[in-house]
């Protein structure tokens, strides 16, 4: 693994349904990370399979023929260290609450979204990433009985 830092460009995957958006954040943080896009829940997934090392997704809720929601636990259950934000137009619901409180979701986002909040989100999403993969390095090098502390 190499060292990752706060500086890292890290990847980021949005689905969306919606071109216009897609595009719209693409130029909004592709200064801060590697943004990759998709239409649907299929090139999400075929992102997934290319790139092993996305560190956050973020989805629409109202996708066809699956939910922001279902197609998040499908990306978690194949890259689990991924932290996932969720957006809506409409409403946050019981179900993206519970999904909060259970750790599957690290945020629901209200669209249109207010950039000082999505930036807070990203950042606090890049910083929990961060420090998954921190984790794992160190219990790799203990595993091997080669620790040396490289995670600052």
């Not at 990759?36 to 999400?44: F, K, P, V, Y």
């Not at 750790?103 to 979204?113: F, T």
Request: aromatic share 8%; glycine share 2%; charged share 25%.
């Amino acid at each position: 693994m190499e060292n990752l830092s706060l500086e890292t460009k890290l990847k980021i995957l949005y689905t969306d349904d919606e071109p216009v958006n897609l595009q719209n954040f693409s130029m909004n943080f592709s200064f801060n990370f590697v943004v990759l896009t998709a239409l649907n829940a299929d090139e999400a997934m075929a992102h997934v399979e290319q790139h092993d090392d996305i560190a956050i997704i973020v989805s629409e809720q109202r996708l066809y023929p699956v939910t922001g929601m279902e197609l998040l636990d499908q990306i978690r259950n194949r890259l689990p260290d991924t932290v996932s934000i969720l957006f809506s137009a409409f409403c946050i619901t019981d179900e993206m609450v519970d999904a909060v409180n259970d750790g599957r979701l690290m945020a629901c986002i209200l669209k249109p979204w207010d950039m000082t909040e999505l930036w807070d989100a990203f950042e606090r999403a890049r910083e929990l990433y961060l420090l998954s993969m921190c984790n794992k390095q160190m219990i790799r090098e203990l595993e091997e009985g080669r620790y040396r502390d490289t995670c600052q």
